[in-house]
């Protein structure tokens, strides 16, 4: 080869490395779910709503100190019905108390009964929905279970359970969590039954991989944007569960204040001063929108075919 020649070619080294090299692109699920739920302008704005008015329920009562048995201006007229103005952004009640303090209070309470409840409904459903879905030992004992509760109205039973437990948020939630885990369990079940069936799971049993494993790392995965389809549904449902045995008179006692129990003391007032009445109904209708919304988002976005470019 001619010194010329030399000139036009270039000495390379061959590297090994570079056969593994991978050119897609990175992928990270949470990452992908978090781009995805963030792509929504509605969600964003209905989640900002939503922490705003969650932290309101939680610091507001600190600064304000409202009691709902305690009234200190009752024998005071001037402060009774005053309509909603600058100085009292949702005016004064029946006895004068701030109706402003009170509706936080009110929600606080609210939002404390729906989220208990949906974490007690939700953790119950999923485990005991998994072993229901793959094991069919269990699954011919509780496909009976469900049948019969299935067959009662919920709302009958938490009303009985509500009356017969007595009064207080603890009852009320647990009254609420005991007729709804197992509609979440038998959803998980048959979420379980459609996955567990594939390939890879008859693979790993063939392998002796123990049930336990199976089911935490080859099919819990693939439900979590069906647990938090199941949440998003959950939390404004007890919402309005709370707000219904509430008016009923059968949720909380006299002495706890909720949304539910401001809407069935204020019913009254429908018509003569309808902001009694309306601001706790809109705050309700908020909260169960804005969280219906946000959840449903996030449950899609957690979706991994959605996050396929």
Not at 97 to 112: E, I, M, Q, R
Not at 164 to 180: D, E, K, M, N, R
Not at 201 to 226: D, E, Q
């Amino acid at each position: 080869m001619t010194e010329m020649n030399r000139d036009l070619f270039e000495l390379q080294i061959a590297d090994d490395s570079e056969s593994e090299h991978i050119a897609s692109p990175q992928y990270s699920y949470w990452r992908s779910v978090f781009r995805k739920f963030f792509s929504s302008k509605l969600a964003i704005f209905m989640m900002i709503l939503s922490l705003i008015v969650i932290l309101l329920s939680i610091f507001q009562p600190m600064f304000s100190g409202y009691d709902p048995n305690v009234t200190p201006n009752i024998n005071r007229p001037e402060m009774k019905y005053i309509r909603p103005n600058s100085t009292y952004w949702f005016g004064t009640d029946d006895v004068g108390n701030s109706l402003f303090d009170a509706v936080w209070k009110g929600t606080g309470t609210s939002l404390f009964i729906s989220f208990m409840a949906t974490f007690i409904t939700t953790v119950l459903g999923v485990v005991i929905g998994m072993w229901w879905g793959f094991s069919k030992r269990v699954d011919a004992i509780m496909i009976e279970v469900y049948n019969i509760v299935s067959n009662i109205p919920a709302t009958l039973i938490a009303m009985i359970l509500a009356y017969a437990l007595g009064a207080g948020p603890w009852q009320l939630i647990f009254a609420l969590a005991v007729t709804s885990w197992v509609n979440n369990a038998y959803f998980i079940r048959v979420q379980v039954m459609i996955i567990r069936d594939r390939e890879y799971n008859l693979a790993s049993r063939c392998l002796g991989t123990p049930t336990w494993k199976i089911i935490t790392h080859n099919i819990l995965p693939y439900l979590v944007s069906v647990i938090m389809t199941s949440v998003s549904r959950d939390v404004p449902s007890f919402i309005s569960y709370e707000v219904f045995l509430s008016y009923i008179g059968v949720g909380l006692g006299q002495q706890y204040i909720s949304l539910g129990r401001m809407i069935q003391q204020y019913s009254p007032y429908m018509t003569s001063t309808p902001y009694l009445f309306w601001i706790p109904v809109a705050i309700s209708a908020l909260i169960s929108v804005s969280l219906y919304i946000v959840g449903q988002t996030l449950a899609d976005a957690s979706d991994p075919r959605t996050h396929m470019v």
